[in-house]
């Protein structure tokens, strides 16, 4: 930032710069009020959230809902499957988009259009569940942790991202530089292609790795056994307890039960459920610095 | 070049290595199912028996493994060993439509939702197998419950003689009646007036909530009446249209002299409707009603400080059952109020069979069945009922201490720790509704008998509900309706579309969007469309058929 | 597209032509020179096949009546029937055209906020206020449809905060969720406030990719951050963008199931009622798979013809484009 000081900024651009930050501003309150309420109310009174006493501090602060949640041995559980079918998601499915996406984005690539055409229509054409979970079950992964890396292991919205990241900042002239220097396809790809991808990768590893995490209906679907549920599955339970309209609930102190440990609960897990995500947040965004690429490039 | 290679390899290798024969747990289409349908020869009566099961996972059991007592009890009484799929709540449905579609669903089901068509369906492909027969063998509690409630067998067996699925039922009283207000009776008593027993005198008390005051802030904040959507006959559009003819929010079917027909469309309906519109227009009836879900009206309900709701339709327990004497004691029943007409009736629930959770699939063997039957006949057992409900006894139920008296005031039959509630949070039971709690036992669980207290609150709900019985209506559409598959499809479209209509039509003219004198005619007019005349007439053959 | 610039698309004489021969040998060629790329490419396909290709033979259910005795292969056709019972609904126009208004709207609203805000952030240094945005606009995709929903339902009623908000500046509390016209706004502002952040990561990253010595040159030439903003950074990304619009576009059916179902009440139904909720409440009464399988056929014929048109209209005006 010390170039900048060098030369003055015009008022234009100061003025600018006020309205940006005037609108992050007022973008940073509104997405955090609520976000502060989901917070507050995980530590505050079941009573007073029910009440709608709670608005961004909690009203008599309680930590019951943190405890009762991490009494459960379940939740420990639930946590390691979840960080399983995660990072073996991610690697899978990371190496097979990277895997396709390159040489899509080669333009030698004889019947890339093809190709591209036949991944598309998989996007908005599909066999329905009922096919998918036979295919699913003809693989004899059902009811197994490869059920959760298998089925989702490539994501063709991520390829055509990564296709479009590979075009648009590599460019042609290192090809033909690296042909020159009689670099094999594979080299290049390993030598040059790879340690310019890191933004790329950040990207891929991060929309995946949150898809993965938040992943609740292919673990429904696909597992039967309790030891092998993501934390998704576990925390749903207490999440849907009063969402039952239908349901008839013939016992008001069950009812009432239920009531009360909804509403305590449901705050806290969300807090418990994202944390590790949000964690993992800034250590990706560090990949996002501008100029990243070229810097990488020119060194 | 060669990471790359060995990348690629190491992937292929653990992908053709997870695609060998079959793994481990032994999924649960494929377990126990040596010979199917066919008697092994050589029925070991030692051996334990595997049971794979279908069931719901519940928010409040940490695991239906080894250290559920209820699976202990169970596995032990029975010399069987239980193999879950479980579920959760809400997706019950998808799954198992996945499961049995694919081919790949477990023996058993004790937490399924079959409803009549789904039974039908699967009836017929053989998939589900007729239980009559292991009933008549295996289920002597069964067979009494089918005497004691009649019609629990009526609505559990389909037109071919079959009964191919049981429900869970608890003959819950209050429930029956559930479609309440409940008014609030100090603001009454400060206002100095009667319970209203008129639609005029309902008006006039509203009127009253609002402008007079009652709570004595000073402000007119008081909120009349309201309600919540989404919820136990939480739409006040219900209660307040049975002071002009009969309406549930079950079933825009009725029943008049045996003969099926809606009353949405007949002039009693706009009349009703004309008086749900004054009562919005006038500020008495609260617009959130409709869009409010439970959390909301809650709010309401316990408002902090200042009480400021005066009435509300629902089941139950609002305001917030916190405390001996709290707010939530200032509220009482309304009976439901005489119509211009003199129509004065009340939503009735009761003798509907639900939909069914237990079912034998043609993977199960012989042994496997009679298993099954057993331990579902065992719940349908009074002891076994409460164990389904609350655990194995002495650990979630006990014998009633001395003079400890039930629901109704009779001697109680046990006493018994809420699931929901219990600190220790010890997995007890398998939370699953498949049990037969007949009235006597539902009554028969010692409460406390003070109705101001928070224990005595089932007592409370009880005598509440006495006040609604003299209003119950002559005659309703029955719940468990069979139809025949082909049909199946094209009813439940219509129904979907003819339930649709007549709620947002019925807000429409509440809220004022449409006009009840220029719009009504057309609205009446636009049931033929739908395919009403073919439904009702669907129906009423369904009806004589099956219960006439 | 591929090299190839032959133009005899239909050829297909047996006597083999000369551009035929060409084409061909121009294969050939091409494997031999790239056969690392055609490799590379082979596993990704393989799932493609076996994972989305093998299933589609499913969709032949959509057709037929669907036993499951008799399983996929083994029922009977029914040809169009369950399509044409769908369309005879006196409720089937409504809920498309609210299906493609909440989409549209959602994709209007939802499109340009990621990107704005990713150019904003890009603007400014790196320090804690910018890391404190990032962070709490990304935290909000995490809740829950459910929760998120029961936050919903409170937030806007006319006695929750956007209620209280009228109320200090003057204005009298709409209930937004009881006026069916106003729900596909409800749906898609809610949308943007729940993923607007986590949306920006991908723009975030475009960004992070162009080249600062355009930078440097747009400074020495004394441009504004205004122009700077509008001369480099969106050019830079705009692959990106009109990728993800088509994308988008593609979405345009997809109306989320649960987050309608649990905002949906009996005021609102007009705008509300969904494919997806409507197919779900008949489902309830009766579960017919080849019923849910047409209409998720019609679904993907309907998106795709979009698609198509979207995909060319932007090869028309833009260099990019799908395929």
Known sequence: MTSQSRIKESTSDRVFLGFIYFVLSIVLVVVAYPLLNVVSSSISASSAVTAGRVSIFPVEPTFIAYSTIFESSKLLMGYLNSIIYTVGGVIVQVTLTVLIAYPLARKQLYGRGIITALLVFTMFFSGGLIPTYLVVKSLGILDTRW?????????????????????????DELYDAAELDGCSEFGIFRRMILPLSKPIVAVLVLIYAVNNWNAYFEAMIYLNSERLFPLQIILR??????????????????????????????????VVASLPVLIFYPFIQKYFVKGMMIGSLKG | MKKLVVLLFAIILILTACTGPDSNTGNTGNAGNTGNKGNSAAEDKNKTVTLPVFTKQSAVISTYGEDNDLTKFIQDKFNVKMEWTLVSEDAILEKQNVLLASGNYPALFFGGQFNQNDQIKYGKSEILIPLNDLIAEYGPNISKAF?????????????????????????????????????????????????????????????????????????????????????????????????????????????????????????????????????????????????????GMLKVADNPDTVIMGAYTGGCCVPSIDQDGGRWS?????????????????????????????????????????????????????????????????????DPKEGALGIDGNPALYEALEVYSREDKQPVTWDINL?????????????????????????????????????????????????????????????????????????????????????????????DGLGLEEFIKANQQAYDEQYK | MAANTVTEAGSTSSVPSIHNQGRKALFRKQLRRYWQLYLMVLLPLLYIIVLKYIPMLGVQIAFKEYNIVKGMWGSDWVGLQYFKQFFSSPNFYPI????????????????????????????????????????????????????????????????????????????VPVNFLGIADDFKYVYALTDMWQHMGYASIIYLAALSGINPDLYEAARVDGASRFKKMLHIDLPGIMPVIVILLILGTGDVLNVGFEKTYLLQNNLNLPGSEVIATYVYKVGLINANYSYSTAIGVFNSIITFVLLILVNWIARRTSEHSLW
Not at chain 3, 151 to 167: A, Q, R, V, W
């Open chain 1, 147 to 171: 059920a959760l890396i298998i089925p989702g292991a490539m994501a063709v919205f991520q390829v055509i991202i990564a296709r479009t990241f590979f075009q648009t900042t590599i460019p």
């Open chain 1, 237 to 270: 339970n207490i999440l849907i307890l009063n969402t039952q309209p239908g349901k008839i609930l013939s016992d008001p102190e069950r009812m009432i039960a239920m009531q009360e440990m909804a509403t305590l609960l449901k705050y806290a897990l969300i």
């Open chain 2, 147 to 295: 005497e004691s409630s009649p019609y629990l067998l009526k609505g559990v067996t389909a037109p071919d003689g079959n009964i191919y699925s049981l429900p869970g039922l608890e003959e819950c009283y209050h429930c029956d009646y559930a479609q309440k207000m409940y008014i609030n009776k100090e603001w009454l008593q400060k206002l100095n007036l009667p319970m209203p027993t008129t639609t005029d005198e309902l008006y006039n008390t509203l009127k009253a909530f609002k402008e007079k005051d009652p709570n004595g802030n000073g402000k007119k904040d008081e909120i009349a009446l309201t309600g919540a959507t989404n919820w136990w006959h939480g739409e006040p559009t219900y209660y307040l249209m049975n002071s002009f003819t009969y309406a549930s929010d079950a079933n825009f079917l009725a029943l008049n002299n045996g003969k099926v027909d809606i009353n949405a469309d007949k002039s009693e309906w706009k009349e009703g409707l004309t008086f749900i519109r004054k009562l919005y227009a006038e500020g008495l009836l609260d617009p959130q009603a409709y869009t409010q879900n439970f959390d």
């Open chain 2, 330 to 398: 200032q509220y009482e029943v309304l009976p439901p109020v005489k119509g211009p007409n003199g129509v004065q009736l009340v939503g009735f629930f009761g003798g509907n069979v639900e939909d069914g959770q237990f079912a034998i699939t043609d993977k199960a063997t012989k042994e496997q069945q009679i298993k099954a039957i057993q331990i579902v006949d065992h719940f349908y057992s009074q002891e076994g009922s409460l164990d389904a409900m609350y655990g194995p006894k002495d650990i979630g139920w006990w």
């Open chain 2, 435 to 527: 049990k037969y709690t007949p009235a006597v036992v539902f009554n028969g669980r010692a409460q406390g008998q003070d109705m101001t207290k928070t224990d005595g609150y089932e007592k409370f709900l009880a005598v509440q509900t006495d006040k609604l019985v003299p209003y119950k209506p002559a005659e309703i559409f029955p719940q468990a309706i069979w139809f025949n598959p082909d049909d199946a499809q094209k009813l439940a479209q219509i129904k979907t579309d003819i339930t649709n209509y007549i709620n947002t039509n019925a807000v429409q003219f509440i809220s004022g969007q449409k006009d009840l004198d220029k719009e009504w005619d057309a609205y009446v007019k636009g049931f």
């Open chain 3, 96 to 171: 498309l055209i609210n299906s493609l208004e909440i989409s549209l709207v959602t994709l209007i609203f939802n499109f340009p906020a990621p990107i704005i805000l990713a150019l904003f952030l890009n603007e400014i240094r790196t320090g804690f206020f910018k890391n404190t945005v990032q962070m709490v606009t990304y935290a909000p995709h995490f809740i829950s449809t459910v929760v998120m929903s029961g936050m919903i339902l409170l937030f806007l009623s006319p006695t929750g905060e956007i209620g209280k908000l009228f109320n200090i500046l003057g204005l």
